[in-house]
């Protein structure tokens, strides 16, 4: 392996827009540095990466902070489908998140002298991600941009502060069957079946099972489902070649117009307008 590594500019954010995050699934095999501060986190697989000469296998969940002179490379072979996010701060945004909490934080980071892995839940994973595409989907079309920073500066105020204080342990505090529940909601194979399917690994009656969801998660059950699936959807549409109606049928939906109109509800565009605007600003990105 090559020991000199390529020096990443950023080409992603602008000052305007000091933030970008984007989901990777490949072309990370390269040994790199940055001019910006980075973090990631993988959503699916595990991979071995290496972080200033130490290799670590990583695993769904783990989460890693790097700063701009840190040189990184994923070892990944063709076979490998892990994916992260990817989360790009220029070096004032962070800045002012530090110092936001607290006026030391900034140069202890810089220094090392920080931790800069842990391991997020899979429901902490579900929250991020919701709200990771829904900025990219407000800044995909340019709309409400001081409301997409603003949730950046939150998102990633939030990280930081798990990362200093611990990212604490939610489940923990489940009944195993709602912790197994929460595991199947965020596994696209089943997120699209009936909740017939969905709920029979549990004999307990529909009725208990929804009082206790909504209790622990503050959603109901039909709420949590449709917002997984809307993601889900977001995530296809933006990366996948499938049709606006095949996303929708694959996701259980058998009227397009109740797909389109949730869509709507939580991405403020309809599925067609939001894969348009996903493709011209990739389009303009090269």
């Not at 989360?87 to 004032?92: A, F, N």
């Not at 596994?187 to 206790?212: G, M, T």
Request: charge should be neutral.
């Amino acid at each position: 392996m090559n020991n000199i590594p390529y020096h990443l500019d950023d080409w992603l954010t602008t000052p305007e827009m000091p933030f970008y995050s984007k989901l990777t699934s490949g072309g990370d095999d390269i040994l790199h540095d940055h001019t910006f501060f980075e973090i990631f986190y993988i959503i699916e697989g595990n991979i071995p990466h290496e972080l200033n000469g130490t290799l670590t296998q990583l695993h769904a969940g783990d989460i890693l902070f790097l700063r701009p002179e840190d040189r990184h490379i994923f070892l990944r072979d063709k076979n490998n489908a892990c994916i992260h996010r990817d989360v790009i701060m220029r070096v004032g945004f962070l800045k002012d998140i530090c110092n936001f909490i607290s006026p030391e934080l900034y140069g202890k980071f810089v220094n090392g002298k920080t931790q800069v892995k842990f391991s997020l839940t899979e429901s902490k994973i579900h929250e991020l991600e919701e709200n990771f595409i829904k900025i990219d989907g407000m800044l995909a079309l340019n709309k409400n941009l001081p409301d997409a920073l603003a949730l950046a500066r939150v998102y990633c105020t939030y990280l930081l502060g798990m990362l200093l204080f611990g990212s604490g342990d939610d489940e923990k505090n489940n009944p195993d069957w709602l912790n197994l529940l929460l595991s199947r909601l965020n596994d696209p194979s089943i997120v699209s079946q009936s909740w017939d399917n969905i709920l029979s690994p549990f004999f307990y009656s529909r009725e208990h099972i929804c009082r206790v969801f909504k209790a622990k998660t503050g959603k109901t059950l039909t709420e949590y489902l449709n917002d997984r699936r809307m993601f889900i959807a977001a995530e296809k549409l933006a990366y996948s070649k499938d049709s606006v109606l095949s996303v929708s049928m694959k996701l259980g939906y058998s009227s397009i117009a109740y797909f389109n109109n949730l869509f709507k509800q939580k991405y403020g565009c309809t599925p067609t307008a939001f894969r348009n605007k996903i493709r011209l600003n990739s389009a303009e990105e090269k």
